[in-house]
C-alpha cells in the first residue's frame, strides 16, 4: 500500500484497494490480460502499482462500455469503474465487478505476448518488456534496495554526496575507461568509481556514501557486467579494515531483510525462493585469500562438484518425468489446465536448458578451482563454488597486493598483502561489495601511482590528503544491480536496470 494517499490523484490506486472493499472506484491502467467471451470478460488491469481481475459482465454495462471491454487488445489504456470485493480465489485478493469502462488509449499488435521470447527479443523492446509482471517486480524491488541503502546510511549519520561523473583520474586501471574528448586536448573520463573523490569528502564530512552511475568499458560478455552501473560507495575517517567489513555485512543484512519485509507481493511474483535470503543476517563469516585457494583446492570443494552433478542430474531426469505426464494429462484437459500445463512446461524447460548449461560448466568449474594458483585473481566460478561452504554471504579479506588497486594499504603483517575486502554473496551471485583499507603513506601511494603506469600530476589533489591531516581511512562499494539480482534471483544484471547498457546494447 502506497504510504500516504497522494492528493493529487483523482483515481484509485491497485495497491490501495484494500482500503475500498465495498465501495464503487475508478481505477486508470493498462489490459494486462484478458480472458472469456459470450458476455463475460475477465480483464487483468495493471497500473503500476499492482494488477487485479476486473469481471465485465454484458449484463450489467452499457452499449459503449461493453464494446470497450469487447475491443480492448492487450496494453489498451482503460479506466475502469466498479465495485471492490474481497476474494480470496482471485489474484491478489481483490476483484471489481465492472460498472462501466472507458478507453483512454487503444493498442494496437501488441509484441510481447504471454508465450516465451528469446532474451534478444525482449532486450530489443525493453521499452515495452519493462510493463510485464516480472519487470514490474524487478523493478519495485529495485527501488526498495535504493530507498534502504539510503535509510542505512542516513540512521547511521553519513552524508550523501555526489562525486563528479566527468574526471580526469582512473580509479580502477586504465583498461576499463571511457575516454572522451574534454576541452584543450584535455583527457577525460567517465567515472569508474567516486572513491577518489570520496575520500576527499570523507576528510571534509567524516562519514560520507556516494550513489551514483559508474561506467567501466567491459569488453568481456558475463551476466554480472554492465558497462554503466549503479554503485554506492561509503567512504569513513578513522575506519580500519574491521570496521569496514563489520560496516558492510550489517549494510547488506539490512537491505536483505528490508526488501524481505517489504516487497512479499514482487518476491512471490518473481517465484524467487526467499529461504537463503532469511539467513542474510551479520555477522558473515570471514576468510582469508589464502584460507579461500586452500578451501578451493580441498578434496571437500571436489566432492561438492561431483555431488552438485549427480543432484541436478537427479532434478533434470524429474523434471523430464514431470513434463511426459503432463503431456499424457493435456489431451483430455479442460482449457484453464492446459494453460497451467503449458506454462509449467516453459518452466521446466528453461530449467532444463540451466541444467543442461551448468552440467557442460561444472567439470571446467572443477578444474579451475583444483588448480587455482595463489597470486590469481578469483574467477565467476570460483567464487560461486567458495559460497557453496557457507550458508550466507561470506567476506573475502588481505588479497595479494597485484591483483588490487593502486590505493590500498599493505597488510603490516605480510607486505605481499593488500588490506582490500570483497562481499561474496551465496546461490552463484558472486562479489557484491569490493572495499577496504586505504593507504595513507605519501612515499608509498606515489611509489604505486608510478607503478601502475597512472600520470602523477592528475592525483597532486588526492595526494594532498595525505599531507593535510591525514588518518586511517576505509570504504567499499556496492554494486547496485548484481545486488537486485541477487535479490531477485535473476541471473543476469542486464534485467535489474531500466535500460541496460553492454558492450552489445546501446538501445532502447
Ligand atoms: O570492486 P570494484 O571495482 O571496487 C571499486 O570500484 C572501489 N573503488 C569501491 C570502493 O572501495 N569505494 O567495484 C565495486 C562493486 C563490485 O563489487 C560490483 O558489485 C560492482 O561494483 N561492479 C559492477 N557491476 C556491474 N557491472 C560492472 N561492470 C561492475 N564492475 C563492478
Redesign the pocket.
Given at each position: 500500500m502506497s504510504q500516504t494517499p497522494d492528493p493529487i490523484d483523482d483515481f484509485t490506486r491497485i495497491e490501495d484497494l484494500p482500503d475500498h472493499v465495498d465501495e464503487t472506484v475508478t481505477l486508470k491502467g493498462w489490459l494486462h490480460n484478458k480472458r472469456g467471451s459470450k458476455g463475460l470478460y475477465f480483464l487483468i488491469l495493471r497500473d503500476g502499482s499492482g494488477f487485479v481481475q476486473c469481471v465485465a459482465a454484458e449484463d450489467n454495462l452499457d452499449d459503449t462500455s461493453w464494446t470497450a471491454a469487447d475491443d480492448a487488445s492487450q496494453e489498451a489504456a482503460l479506466a475502469i469503474t466498479g465495485s471492490v470485493s474481497a476474494d480470496d480465489r482471485a489474484p491478489g485478493g481483490y476483484e471489481i465487478q465492472v460498472s462501466s469502462i472507458e478507453t483512454v488509449g487503444s493498442s494496437g499488435d501488441y509484441p510481447i505476448t504471454p508465450k516465451e521470447h528469446g532474451i534478444d527479443f525482449l532486450m530489443n523492446n525493453r521499452h515495452l518488456w519493462l510493463r510485464s509482471e516480472s519487470q514490474w517486480a524487478v523493478m519495485r524491488i529495485r527501488n526498495r534496495t535504493i530507498m534502504a541503502i539510503h535509510e542505512f546510511f542516513q540512521d547511521r549519520g553519513f552524508i550523501q554526496m555526489d562525486a563528479p561523473i566527468l574526471t580526469g583520474n582512473a580509479?580502477?586501471g586504465t583498461s576499463t575507461l571511457f575516454e572522451l574528448d574534454y576541452f584543450d586536448d584535455q583527457s577525460a573520463y567517465l567515472t569508474?568509481?567516486?572513491?577518489l573523490h570520496?575520500e576527499a569528502m570523507a576528510m571534509a564530512l567524516g562519514k560520507i556514501y556516494t550513489f551514483g552511475p559508474?561506467f567501466?568499458a567491459?569488453k568481456s560478455k558475463t551476466r554480472?557486467?554492465?558497462?554503466e552501473?549503479w554503485?554506492i560507495?561509503p567512504?569513513m575517517a578513522f575506519y580500519d579494515l574491521d570496521m569496514d567489513m563489520e560496516l558492510a555485512e550489517q549494510f547488506v543484512s539490512h537491505v536483505v531483510q528490508t526488501v524481505l519485509a517489504d516487497c512479499k507481493a514482487e518476491l512471490e511474483t518473481l517465484q524467487r525462493d526467499t529461504e537463503a535470503l532469511e539467513n542474510v543476517q551479520a555477522p558473515f563469516p570471514r576468510v582469508s585469500y589464502d584460507e579461500a585457494v586452500d578451501i578451493l583446492r580441498s578434496d571437500e570443494t571436489a566432492e561438492m562438484i561431483d555431488e552438485r552433478i549427480e543432484s541436478i542430474k537427479q532434478e533434470k531426469e524429474d523434471l523430464e518425468t514431470e513434463k511426459e505426464e503432463n503431456q499424457k494429462e493435456r489431451g483430455q484437459a479442460k482449457k484453464w489446465r492446459k494453460r497451467q500445463i503449458d506454462q509449467r512446461e516453459i518452466e521446466i524447460n528453461k530449467r532444463i536448458d540451466e541444467i543442461e548449461e551448468e552440467l557442460r560448466n561444472l567439470p571446467d568449474w572443477k578444474e579451475s578451482a583444483q588448480t587455482f594458483e595463489w597470486g590469481n585473481d578469483f574467477g565467476g566460478s570460483d567464487e560461486t563454488v567458495l559460497t557453496w561452504h557457507y550458508d550466507r554471504p561470506i567476506i573475502v579479506h588481505r588479497f595479494p597486493a597485484k591483483i588490487k588497486?593502486f590505493y590500498m594499504k599493505r597488510d603490516p603483517e605480510d607486505d605481499r598483502l593488500a588490506l582490500g575486502m570483497?562481499v561474496l554473496a551465496p546461490e552463484g551471485y558472486g562479489?557484491?561489495?569490493?572495499?577496504?583499507e586505504r593507504a595513507t603513506d605519501l612515499d608509498f601511494l606515489e611509489e604505486q601511482i608510478e607503478a601502475h603506469g597512472l600520470p602523477q600530476e592528475v592525483f597532486d589533489w588526492y595526494l594532498d590528503l595525505r599531507k593535510f591531516g591525514s588518518v586511517p581511512h576505509s570504504?567499499?562499494?556496492?554494486?547496485l544491480?548484481?545486488?537486485v539480482s541477487w535479490l531477485c534471483g535473476r541471473e543476469h544484471?542486464r534485467e535489474t536496470i531500466p535500460f541496460p547498457r553492454t558492450i552489445g546494447r546501446l538501445h532502447p
Open positions: 580509479v580502477e569508474q568509481s567516486g572513491q570520496g559508474t567501466r567491459e554480472r557486467h554492465l558497462t552501473f554503485m560507495e567512504e588497486a570483497d562479489e557484491i561489495v569490493g572495499g577496504g570504504g567499499f562499494g556496492l554494486g544491480e548484481r545486488t544484471v
